[in-house]
């Protein structure tokens, strides 16, 4: 029967043999389980041999990565290198699935490419991918919807049975507008979070709170309370890149998408106000001790594609500030991307934040909320907090001695406090 059994292929051999090996390559909730359970089962086999198992195969997914070019646009050699070795395995009829995030065209692209080099006959569609990193496993096991992009109803039909245990929720479309309904999604998303990071802003300025604003406008159904947790912007493997292409995929039409450019353009600036707030808290940032607790791009990953702690941390060590820098599981990652003698990179939250002048909340991992506000002013040289995502509430800030600036509420800045702490230990 369809489904049944699953062989997944990467060519990368260090992943296939973490895999053989029981580990999973990524950080990412309950996968491990899941992944052990239908090895055990027999469902479930790794290799690096896209012939065999594209041979032993009715349904081939393509899941490669799409990662920007320079200019923005979808770097598109991995699908098509995929796309010619499955090509070149055929040995019968196979319907043929693209799960990348691919710019418009692309599915029909991959079909003549595959027809230029097999004579089996085959179908093609597009199955875009919705999951979130961090709870990927719940999203694919429980997905809000599966769309299926399908000029053949019989490959529509395969692709229903297919998923239909995850959900009755099932579009089937046609393939260019299966393709946009990702591109769409994603910019969407993304335009809700430069929005409340916009309303943020203001609400600075005017002495509003953005997390009451936020609720206030969820609880019109056709607003929609998620994702309006305003913060330092999106970061991640998916949102810088897919608003840019779809910048490009409109650009190549000679369509100007305005909204979108401002989304990207707004989602840049939103970072950096976690240095403006430490320069008004600080002063001068040349020698101050910083504490940055968090460098994923969200919590319960280790993914650190285009996290707002890149970009921060070059501009702290730009301005010649220390830092010490704590993430429960994405320190490795991010030490590839950006390492310096200038940073102390500490095993717990505590000991980032001991003897720093100012801590820096960047990703809200549970963990953080485990330390408590007295505790850490009692590590910390003085009690400033620049909190990137809003984690402490008001009133556990009134309890403490800490100078408190949020992404959009009301500044609570004892700084009589801190200017007393200051002469205390000079
Ligand atoms: N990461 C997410 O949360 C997410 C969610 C939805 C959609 N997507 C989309 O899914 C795609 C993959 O994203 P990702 O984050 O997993 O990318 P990734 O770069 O982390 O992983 C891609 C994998 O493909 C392998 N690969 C490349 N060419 C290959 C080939 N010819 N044969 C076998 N393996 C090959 C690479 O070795 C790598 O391990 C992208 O298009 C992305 O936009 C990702
Ligand atoms: O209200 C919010 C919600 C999210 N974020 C940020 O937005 C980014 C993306 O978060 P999220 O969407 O939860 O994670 P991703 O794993 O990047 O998932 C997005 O990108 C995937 C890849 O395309 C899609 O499959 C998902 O549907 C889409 O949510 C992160 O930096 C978050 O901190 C906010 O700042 N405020």
Redesign the pocket.
């Known amino acids: 029967a369809l489904g049944n059994t699953v062989v997944c292929v990467d060519q990368n051999e260090d992943k296939i043999s973490q895999l053989h090996e029981g580990k999973v390559p990524i950080y990412e909730p309950g996968l491990k389980g899941l992944i052990q359970d239908n090895v055990e089962q027999g469902r479930l086999t790794f290799t690096t041999d896209t012939a065999s198992a594209v041979e032993g195969a009715e349904i081939v997914i393509l899941a490669v990565g799409t990662p920007s070019l320079p200019g923005g646009e979808a770097n598109l050699s991995y699908i098509e290198g995929a796309a010619r070795e499955v090509a070149d395995a055929m040995n019968g009829y196979k319907v043929i699935v693209t799960k990348s995030?691919v710019p418009v065209g692309t599915n029909d692209r991959i079909h003549s490419l595959i027809a230029s080099r097999t004579s089996y006959s085959f179908g093609v569609a597009s199955v875009p991918?919705?999951?979130?990193?961090?709870s990927a496993v719940a999203d694919t096991l429980q997905p809000d919807r599966i769309v299926i992009g399908a000029s053949d109803p019989h490959v529509a039909a395969v692709l229903c049975t297919l998923h239909e245990p995850l959900t009755t929720n099932i579009l089937t479309t046609d393939i260019r507008s299966a393709e946009m309904i990702?591109y769409a999604?994603?910019a969407f998303?993304a335009t809700?979070?430069s929005f409340?990071n916009e309303i943020a802003n203001i609400c600075e300025k005017v002495g509003a709170d953005v997390t009451r604003v936020a609720h206030g406008m969820g609880l019109d159904q056709r607003i929609g309370s998620?994702?309006?947790?305003?913060?330092i912007?999106?970061?991640?493997?998916?949102?810088p890149k897919?608003t840019q292409a779809l910048i490009q995929i409109a650009g190549n039409v000679d369509y100007e998408f305005k909204l979108l450019k401002s989304v990207v353009e707004v989602n840049q600036g939103q970072r950096f106000n976690v240095l403006r707030k430490l320069e008004e808290a600080l002063g001068d940032l040349e020698g101050a001790t910083i504490g940055i607790w968090g460098l994923a791009?969200?919590p319960n990953t280790d993914d650190v594609r285009d996290a707002?702690a890149l970009d921060i941390m070059q501009s702290l060590l730009e301005a010649g500030a220390q830092i010490r820098a704590y993430d429960p599981v994405a320190t490795a990652n991010f030490r590839r991307l950006l390492d310096s003698s200038e940073v102390t990179w500490a095993d717990s939250a505590r000991e980032a934040a001991e003897g720093c002048d100012a801590l820096c909340l960047l990703t809200e991992w549970e963990e953080f909320g485990e330390v408590g506000l007295g505790e850490l002013n009692e590590l910390m040289k003085y009690p400033i907090m620049i909190d990137g995502r809003n984690v402490y509430s008001e009133e556990q800030i009134r309890q403490s001695a800490f100078a408190y600036y949020s992404v959009g509420r009301p500044q609570m800045n004892n700084m009589d406090m801190v200017r007393q702490r200051s002469v205390m230990n000079p």
């Open positions: 995030t991918e919705f999951l979130r990193e961090g990702k999604s994603n998303l809700k979070i409340i998620s994702f309006l947790s305003a913060g912007g999106y970061g991640g493997s998916c949102f897919d791009f969200k707002p």
